[in-house]
T-cell receptor, first 114, second 117 residues
Framework: IAGITQAPTSQILAAGRRMTLRCTQD?????MYWYRQDLGLGLRLIHY???????GKGEVPDGYSVSRANTDDFPLTLASAVPSQTSVYFCASSIIAGGADTQYFGPGTRLTVL | AQTVTQSQPEMSVQEAETVTLSCTYDTSESDYYLFWYKQPPSRQMILVIRQEAYKQQNATENRFSVNFQKAAKSFSLKISDSQLGDAAMYFC??????????????FGKGTKLSVKP
């Protein structure tokens, strides 16, 4: 069982380019999340999905879009990357939205936008 | 809106000693969940311990325990017999009850723990 995988591990991107960060989980979890981690700010929610076919905006959604066509995959797209999107991106999942169940995290993607 | 505050950006502890990391939060909910996550240099987020707000008993997991003060909205983490492998960033996180529109974790900004040999 792999848990949550993210790709790529790291990426350097020119400003203005389009980029999709991939996230796949094999735990059949209903809920999935994208966070960004910036030094001194902790992790902040970008978008979430409580179940396949639905998505919602988190705290910092501007410049990002997501889709949830099936249970396993939750890609994050930067339509036109800007330097302020330089960050470490974590995908996470849980059985349900909310509650005490563990939220599992992927290994993260380090993105640098120049 | 719920917020989580970790007032100690950095902490240091001697190996085998005990250290306490502070966390306070703000919420109008009566039922919620609290977590401590550890992030070592590998970047992986690892769940350390969780606490359900309706439980008065403090959660413990081996050398890790919490002091949950619901009225004070305080949720500190105590690490006993500190080991070199405990060196990491520690994040306190809040989560609303099931059925909310968002089930995400709300994180504090983290405390960097160093362990001295």
């Amino acid at each position: 069982i792999a848990g949550i995988t993210q790709a790529p591990t790291s990426q350097i991107l020119a400003a203005g380019r389009r980029m999709t960060l991939r996230c796949t989980q094999d735990m059949r979890h209903n809920a999935m999340y994208w966070y960004r981690q910036d030094l001194g700010l902790g992790l902040r929610l970008i978008h979430y999905s409580n179940t396949a076919g639905t998505t919602g905006k988190g705290e910092v959604p501007d410049g990002y879009s997501v889709s949830r066509a099936n249970t396993d995959d939750f890609p994050l797209t930067l339509a036109s990357a800007v330097p302020s999107q330089t960050s470490v991106y974590f995908c996470a999942s849980s059985i349900i939205a909310g509650g005490a169940d563990t939220q599992y995290f992927g290994p993260g993607t380090r993105l640098t936008v120049l | 809106a719920q917020t989580v505050t970790q007032s100690q950006p950095e902490m240091s502890v001697q190996e085998a000693e005990t250290v306490t990391l502070s966390c306070t939060y703000d919420t109008s909910e009566s039922d919620y969940y609290l977590f401590w996550y550890k992030q070592p240099p590998s970047r992986q987020m690892i769940l350390v311990i969780r606490q359900e707000a309706y439980k008065q008993q403090n959660a413990t997991e081996n050398r890790f325990s919490v002091n949950f003060q619901k009225a004070a909205k305080s949720f500190s983490l105590k690490i006993s017999d500190s080991q070199l492998g405990d060196a990491a960033m520690y994040f306190c996180a809040y989560r609303p009850p099931s059925g909310g529109s968002q089930g995400n974790l709300i994180f504090g900004k983290g405390t960097k723990l160093s362990v001295k040999p």
